[in-house]
Structures are given as structure tokens and as C-alpha cells.
């Protein structure tokens, strides 16, 4: 299945929101990016300017466990399209993570789109149908770049595994949100790179 196709169907129906359209065409955007000369390196997919909305709470819902269990769904996303993005400048890994990431994404764009509205009502309440992928992330202080994260990780390093590291348990975002997975899985299964929150203050 095309993703850009899904993406656009879904974009057209009455019911798409912002936050969801933009969710549903992070596949589609690794997909159609321009060439790397023609666009900032560090710039996530789908990532728009600014839109001025004021979270009424910041940070993370440590004392709401449903509430943390989507952000930090939310987080693991947001980390793999950074790096899947960044893998698109190298082009020894560029078209296996951009198949990778589409069927990954294919498989889990209903539960990012639930993550996704649940997240937006709890940061921007009455304006949460205007909220934007980037307004969640800079409401929960996530770094709009994958270098920070990577640590001793080399891009390359992360790239090559990223493909065979995107199916596993850790990006199973519905087994996770559903509670049939561990949301912490075993060391041996860390998988890709994800960026950690710059802070981890209770939501206010």
C-alpha cells in the first residue's frame, strides 16, 4: 500500500485534525523529501513553523501513568522520525529505512493517531484541535534534532541498524499502549536511538 496515497485519503476526510494529518504523512514524507542539499539536515519530517499555542501544561505526567505511557509512546515516535529523516542524507541506508519506516508506519498510524489526540487534549485542552506534531513535542521538550541523542552512537552506526531494529517490541506502539508489551523492554532489545526529554517536570 502507497503511503503517500493513505496519507492523502486520510487528509481529505472531515474528521482529520492538524495533528493527525500530520502524523499520518510522516511515511509519506520520507518517502517525497527533496534531495538532501535542498533541505536543512536537521529538520524533522513534517515539522511546520511555529503555530503560537500555549500549552496549559508542560513537561511529563508522572503521577498519571496512562497519561506518561503516551508520552513516552509519543517520545519513542517522534525520536524514530528524526532519525529516520537523518538516515535519508546517507544513501547507503536511505531507501531500507525509508521502506522500513513506512511499513512500520503503516502498522501503527491508528495508534500514533490515538496517542496523538489524547496528547493534545491533555497539553492544549479547548485548542487541542489546532495542536500540531510540533507543538506536542515542544510541549513535552523534545529535542527537534537526533544528534543530541545519539551520544557515542554514531549516525552511520544508528542507520544501519535502524531497519532491522524498527519491527521490534519497542516500536509496537499498539502491543505498548495496549499493555500486551513491555514498555521497557530488555536491554538486548534496545533497538534505535530515541532523544530524551530535557526535562522531566511533572505536567502542571
Known sequence: MNPCRVAADRERTPAARPALRLGATLACLLCALPP???RAADTPPGVAPAAGLTPERTGYA?????ML?????????HGLSLLAAACLDLPAYATAVRDAYATWHAQQSKTIEIIVQDLAVHYFG???????WFDLSRAMNLPDSIQPALGEVGLHAACASLPEAIPRQR???DKLLAGSADVDPAPADTGAVTPAPTSRKPAE
Open 69 to 77: 505511557l503516551r508520552q513516552r509512546l509519543f517520545g519513542r515516535a
Open 126 to 132: 479547548a485548542r487541542a484541535n489546532e495542536a500540531q
Open 62 to 66: 508522572v503521577d498519571q501513568p496512562e
Open 36 to 38: 538532501p542539499a535542498a
Open 171 to 173: 516500536y509496537a506502539l
